[in-house]
T-cell receptor, first 114, second 115 residues
Framework: NAGVMQNPRHLVRRRGQEARLRCSPM?????VYWYRQLPEEGLKFMVY????????ESGMPKERFSAEFPKEGPSILRIQQVVRGDSAAYFC????????????FGSGTRLTVV | GESVGLHLPTLSVQEGDNSIINCAYSNSASDYFIWYKQESGKGPQFIID?????DKRQGQRVTVLLNKTVKHLSLQIAATQPGDSAVYFC??????????????FGKGTHLIIQP
């Protein structure tokens, strides 16, 4: 039973390029959460999705960032026209229900913008 | 500002001693708290949680204490081992029944185990 799978583990993008981060939740989990972690900081909530629906995107920057969780396939966090300040670790978590105790995190994608 | 914070960025303890990691939160509406452990290069790993209707909860070698009067949370690790070296985060949720969306994390305490 694989855990939450995120890929790529490391991603390097030049300023202005697009970054696409993928998250496959644990089997049977239909709730996905994305968090961002800056160096030496705690995680910041970005967005909560269920299959085909964005439930809460209160932590998402208003521009350039979008997320989806299609009926089939992984959840995607997309960052358009990346800037240096987007460099961070992006973590995905999944759960079977909205019970936060059942949250399982992936190992993250470390985005570096050069 | 941060809703959840930690008192110390680094805590150094001797192997075999007990560790106590503290956390202060500011929102009295928070009703669900979790401690996570994060090792270098990995995602946060759930350790233990507690709801606001409790003041203590025990797990294997870990105990979480919640003092709602002073809005303080602590994680006690008994007989600290080298494998306990990591950054520890407290996180809170504001919402009824713990089902609200997203957690608010503190900045973390780096626990260092001295041989």
């Amino acid at each position: 039973n694989a855990g939450v799978m995120q890929n790529p583990r490391h991603l390097v993008r030049r300023r202005g390029q697009e970054a696409r981060l993928r998250c496959s939740p644990m089997k049977g989990h239909s709730h996905v959460y994305w968090y961002r972690q800056l160096p030496e900081e705690g995680l910041k909530f970005m967005v909560y999705l269920q299959k085909e629906n964005i439930i809460d995107e209160s932590g998402m920057p208003k521009e350039r960032f979008s997320a989806e969780f299609p009926k089939e396939g992984p959840s995607i966090l997309r960052i358009q026209q990346v800037v240096r300040g987007d460099s961070a670790a992006y973590f995905c978590a999944s759960s079977m229900s909205r019970d936060l105790g059942g949250y399982t995190f992936g190992s993250g994608t470390r985005l570096t913008v050069v | 500002g941060e809703s959840v914070g930690l008192h110390l960025p680094t805590l150094s303890v001797q192997e075999g001693d007990n560790s106590i990691i503290n956390c202060a939160y500011s929102n009295s509406a928070s009703d669900y708290f979790i401690w996570y452990k994060q090792e270098s290069g990995k995602g946060p790993q759930f350790i233990i949680d507690i709801r606001s209707n409790m003041d203590k909860r025990q797990g294997q070698r870990v105990t979480v204490l919640l003092n709602k009067t002073v809005k303080h949370l602590s994680l006690q690790i008994a007989a600290t081992q080298p494998g306990d070296s990591a950054v520890y985060f407290c996180a809170e949720n504001i919402g009824s029944g713990g089902g609200a969306d997203g957690l608010t994390f503190g900045k973390g305490t780096h626990l260092i185990i001295q041989p």
